[in-house]
């Protein structure tokens, strides 16, 4: 049971280059999730997807794209990186919906210098 | 707009000692409000959920209080040890953003525990 993995682990990128993040979960939850936390600002909320097939924006969603594959996985796109988009990226995934109160579980994370 | 705030940002205690790390929140309406633990370079390991009808979660040497009516939660950790040394943050899960599932961090409070 490896719970919530990311690749790559870090990544540098240029202004204007394009990459994916992956996640995956192997606890069946129907939740998942993209954060980035960076100094002073803490952990925001990118893109979440409540299951399957559904997506909706955080409070930081410009300059990203996210696709919910299948219920395990989970990505996050950045078309065209921008200096500004410097930062570690979480993937976490929860039971909780709506009406269910769960906690949520964290990847690794993902270092991402663009230059 | 939910906000968290975490005091004070860092904390340095002798290894044994009894400390308390404090968390406070704009708005009263909230699901639930969570501790988590990361470790650095690390991602982040869930301590405590604390549904808005409870006062207080137990967890080993771990004791979270809420009080919703005044947006204040504290941590309590008795008889610290170096392995407790973590940023702790707080986060809430605002009723005005739908549902239980979505999450609202602190910036965290950085605690070295010392031999």
């Known amino acids: 049971n490896a719970g919530v993995t990311q690749t790559p682990k870090f990544q540098v990128l240029k202004t204007g280059q394009s990459m994916t993040l992956q996640c995956a979960q192997d606890m069946n939850h129907n939740s998942m999730y993209w954060y980035r936390q960076d100094p002073g600002m803490g952990l925001r909320l990118i893109y979440y997807?409540?299951?399957?097939?559904?997506?909706d924006k955080g409070e930081v969603p410009n300059g990203y794209n996210v696709s919910r594959l299948n219920k395990r996985e989970f990505s996050l796109r950045l078309e065209s990186a921008a200096p500004s988009q410097t930062s570690v990226y979480f993937c976490?995934?929860?039971?909780?919906?709506?009406?269910?109160?769960?906690?949520?579980?964290f990847g690794p994370g993902t270092r991402l210098l663009v230059l | 707009k939910q906000e968290v705030t975490q005091i004070p940002a860092a904390l340095s205690v002798p290894e044994g000692e009894n400390l308390v790390l404090n968390c406070s929140f704009t708005?009263?309406?909230?699901?639930?409000l969570q501790w988590f633990r990361q470790d650095p370079g690390k991602g982040l390991t869930s301590l405590l959920l604390?549904?808005?009808?409870?006062r207080e979660q137990t967890s080993g040497r771990l004791n979270a209080s809420l009080d919703k009516s005044s947006g204040r939660s504290t941590l309590y950790i008795a008889a610290s040890q170096p392995g407790d040394s973590a940023t702790y943050l707080c986060?809430?899960?605002?009723?005005?953003?739908?549902?239980?599932?979505?999450?609202?961090f602190g910036k965290g409070t950085k605690l070295t525990v010392n031999p």
């Open positions: 976490a995934s929860s039971e909780a919906s709506w009406f269910l109160q769960e906690t949520q579980y």
């Open positions: 708005d009263s309406a909230i699901y639930n």
């Open positions: 986060a809430v899960s605002p009723v005005t953003q739908g549902g239980s599932e979505k999450l609202v």
């Open positions: 997807s409540a299951s399957e097939g559904t997506t």
């Open positions: 604390i549904q808005s009808s409870q």
